[in-house]
């Protein structure tokens, strides 16, 4: 069994992609690309879905659609693999609708980042995970965004871990040291699950023991991810290595096309278009790349499907 | 006449409070304590308001309660001032929602702090404004955000004040060398205001040719703030070196009651209700001062009261 | 009398350049280029020196050609003006040898930014003027460097404000609500001196009550800050703002040629050579900007210094 | 032949620990603590020696003070492990004037952080490179400084790397990110050497193809950070995720019991000289712990020392 409501048991592991909204505008869903992508990544192994992160654009989309995203990806998969669903809004009464949404249509977990307009003190994220929670149906990762010094200090991820149905921390800050402080203080909590999220640390996480990885990439090459989280799992370091590899080019070949942070996601649906999986219409203030930048992924995603193992 | 949308007129000019928004909970306002207040600072000679704005706690309030705060605020003023109205949502859907609000119950403006999940690159921002801005039924102020770098380079502010439909600046962000090459470029643009967010840089700018200022403390003292523009303008300026240390007081007794970003809106919200304006309730992640604060504010208010000019 | 040591008396007051270091090449002064400035900032009325600053290059020069510029300009100032020395060393030991050497050639005062290599506590910093002020054989003013948030914490500089030989603060930071609050909190230190950096910022600094500024671009044209401190301190508002926009001519025009922090000392110096005042070499890890900027910028000279003021 | 210079032959591997720079005072080594350190650390097998980096203080050294240091180092190694010396000197003739004193007393490379006044761009840290490189009569390691995102792009890295005279990169910066990038770039330059700097990320560089790290904590226990890279070498997982562990103990107890960025230096000497290896004297602005966060490590210090394997 998959829940990760069963609290205490066995945390979450394995690798779950960051789902990207596929868009035929800014307030419509692509329907057939979002059933494509989502039987793509579980036909390819993957552990669970996560939706509404930052890889799924939730900040640019309006609530009704975010809503709507809920029911359908919930309703696809369908209690095949756990679902995920972040509730990052900036204002509670709407983290708390959204919440509300997931638990009745079957999903498995909540992941937050605290509202970020403007940063609270660690007393005041302590205070609001002990108010918030409680209010919440279903069990609660705690995430530290991308491209950002982690927003939970240590310490308050310790105490955090004592509130019942906090679950987890998924940490895409890329700052390692802090994940491995975090790795050793979970020792403490065997109920908690620790994720990575920049894929390009995928392997020394799970080689050094985190739960899995919360990969972009895993959108598009979901058999690649599974196997690198397969491989470092048992051990087996040099096909670990090699594997990484794989997906350092990955990342030198999709994201890297642009400037600015909006370049991973701009690239990602680039190359998911590309292979036909989705649209590659992007949330504003995005735009989807130019011609050069996507003829040019196009040609790396082929070949890359080609001969990834 | 005082309306901003008459474009190419003379620019908006004088004391904007952003306007706190009174909260009874997270998902009702304070009725009477937003009637009262909006009373105290229009009786204050305030040039106009502006709602839904960081001081205004939008990025905490719910998007019914945010249309709500539109149709009261343009309520009650009836267009004794012009009222300006933030769209900073993250998601353009609701951003035009919101615009479709304000211009329906008489609001007089918009402002824009762009999407701030991540940031955009200046030509990201450029384009996000052309596609933006025509669909948007008020003039367009554009807002960079308090206690961070400004997000408009000056050459983006040039070309964006080329656009129909936008209307000036206002700029939180503290950093005075960018405001002076802002004001400097502003030349060439008669019809466009340039606003000052941070009240203890107000004498400066408008000694040096800023149209006026978006002083949180506005919401308490309005008197105050209004009578050192005016003595600004007139170029009095032992008045407005007087009345800025007036200002610097405030700041010093209101705002550094506790600690990080949210200590400023703290400060205002206790120091309003204890005064008997409206209610001192934050929005999450925020919660009201403890007792040895909220104390110790309301006797700096009392005396600041009594003292000011 | 000039002498700042004679405290508790006046405040130093007045333009102060940060004096450019004319180079040969790397191990060199050039001499007749050091005289030559010199000259032309005091016949441009300013009211001190102060060398061995940022705009001085001071972390890009060795030591011999530290010491050697010491006694250079304090032999060719020959007490007119007060000169102040920058000690602003990494080590210690360098910081007392310097100003040992200072003392001996008759200069003023010291100007310290505390050592840069990693952040100390405000404790420590507090600790390191304890112990450090003591064997100083002149005055010191503290340092806030350009580029980087305040590194005395508002509080610091009060406490600094009550050793002996504390003489006042130069705040090259940009942030003006930091700077405004420590011009407040000098009301209580009639003694102390407050000097802004960036000339952006010297008019509204002086009319709200600074005691004058370290401009860079008071090596260039002297006269005209010293006119605009003039204006300000008259209370001309007119003449200042009138003024005010010739300097901002000035760094549209002289420091903007290039990309980066070297960018204003590259212009500046290209300015100067172009100008026939000194030598534009470059302590490393800079060189000197490309025949298209120089051009340009010896253009700029040339035209502002016919029509400025 | 362990020599650094044989290049283009294999590249140096290892661990390499930053000495730390015993003190008798601010002008005086601490002669027998710093003979006993070198022992201290050749005895328990590490692979070099780097003088003059973050952790020796470099900054806060005087130069004739760094210059006996080299002489003292050299002359007791007497080439039984290759030495390191820093040149991270923020004026190129005092980098050079090390340079020189390394070569003529028999050091094998230097190591450079570029100058950290203010930031240069990339373009003139490669032309900084081109100039310096021909210069230096030994070859040169890159180093980006802890904590501060990396200074030298992926891009320049590859074209210093193509200099003759450039051997590799230690990186400190804790961004794996780019770690993780720059390791790939490496393959096209076999004998360029990349090390780690924190410890706390020494096995999952290892694993995953560094070749060493440069890391603080070898000062201490140098046989711990040995034995963790030859088990990573070797392949083997679960001795380096235990030994792994053991390190995440040692920063624990040793590097947190002040606050700020000098607490690791701090707790590091505090910990030395509580096991009679050296001086805990420190350089300014700093100081060494006060009696209760002494007495905290010394008891670590010792429990570690019994316990570690």
Redesign the interface.
Known sequence: MHHVSEAPGAPLRGIIPPLVTPLAD??TLDLPGLERLTEHVIGGGVHGLFILG?TGEA?????S?KHELVRRVCGSVSRRVPVLVGISE?????SLAIAETAHRCGADALVLA????????QD??L??LE??APQLPLPLFLYNM??RPPVFAPETVRQAMTMPGIAGLKDSS????YF??IR?LFADFPHASLFIG?E??L???V???AHGGVCAGANLFPKLYVALYHAAVA?D??RT?EL??EV?EVC?LIYEAG????SVIKGLKCALGSLGLCSDFM?????RFGEPERRRIAEAAQRLKASLT
């Open positions: 800014h307030s930052t900040p640019g989309l309006g609530a659609l900036t204002a509670i009464t709407e605290p509202p970020y307009y403007f940063p609270a003190t005041e994220l205070g609001y108010r918030l991308p491209y890329g700052d390692m040291c491995q402080k050793a920049p390009q640390l392997a020394e996480s080689l050094t023991g051990g370091l040099r290595v990484h590899g350092m030198r400037h600015g942070a909006s949330a504003e203030p995005f735009q």
